[in-house]
T-cell receptor, first 114, second 113 residues
Framework: AAGVIQSPRHLIKEKRETATLKCYPIPRHDTVYWYQQGPGQDPQFLISFYEKMQSDKGSIPDRFSAQQFSDYHSELNMSSLELGDSALYFC?????????????FGEGSWLTVV | KQEVTQIPAALSVPEGENLVLNCSFTDSAIYNLQWFRQDPGKGLTSLLLIQSSQREQTSGRLNASLDKSSGRSTLYIAASQPGDSATYLCAVRSGGSNYKLTFGKGTLLTVNP
């Protein structure tokens, strides 16, 4: 079965650079979520989209922005990168916004800021 | 603010043992609770989803229970195998948001051959 696809899987950037992560949800899933997991930490919710509109916002820095496109894929844009942004970034998707629906996670994108 | 706690933080058992992982949450007004497995450096694999109206869910050797009123969930793993070694995370959907999952810090399980 198709899963959530994230790219790139690994990314190395220097401080103050910009990075873009891409997420392709499971087919027919219309809700996308972004999470950040620091080393040894639990995943922290950043932002979510339902039907291409932002649906909820968590602890996402102002330097970060995201959007969901007409084909439901999503991109997380991170600017003015800081060392503390080094983390594993997860995208997840679910079918509709129903609370009964399982959220499926991708393999994550490793971002290292040097 | 919802807080999720998992006990123990780490657990080491011999192969074949049955074991229980615990998860507690401070706000009982949850929509559902989901258990995940995470291998080192890997993504989160969904194991079980329990709706707030349900008491338990089973999948193979896994059984998850939910006591919403007391803010607790357990994940029972029967006949553990070395391949079960991973970090197990529980996450709740609550707080008026259909979208946000609040995670615990996980239990690192090691099953020794």
């Amino acid at each position: 079965a198709a899963g959530v696809i994230q790219s790139p899987r690994h990314l190395i950037k220097e401080k103050r650079e910009t990075a873009t992560l891409k997420c392709y949800p499971i087919p027919r899933h219309d809700t996308v979520y972004w999470y950040q997991q620091g080393p040894g930490q639990d995943p922290q919710f950043l932002i979510s989209f339902y039907e291409k509109m932002q649906s909820d916002k968590g602890s996402i820095p102002d330097r970060f922005s995201a959007q969901q496109f007409s084909d439901y894929h999503s991109e997380l844009n991170m600017s003015s990168l800081e060392l503390g942004d080094s983390a594993l970034y997860f995208c997840a998707s679910s079918l509709a916004a129903g609370v009964g629906n399982t959220i499926y996670f991708g393999e994550g994108s490793w971002l290292t800021v040097v | 603010k919802q807080e999720v706690t998992q006990i123990p933080a780490a657990l080491s058992v011999p192969e074949g043992e049955n074991l229980v992982l615990n998860c507690s949450f401070t706000d009982s007004a949850i929509y559902n609770l989901q258990w995940f497995r995470q291998d080192p450096g890997k993504g989160l694999t969904s194991l079980l989803l329990i709706q707030s109206s349900q008491r338990e869910q089973t999948s193979g050797r896994l059984n998850a229970s939910l006591d919403k009123s007391s803010g607790r969930s357990t994940l029972y793993i029967a006949a553990s195998q070395p391949g079960d070694s991973a970090t197990y995370l529980c996450a709740v959907r609550s707080g008026g948001s259909n979208y946000k999952l609040t995670f615990g810090k996980g239990t690192l399980l090691t099953v020794n051959p």
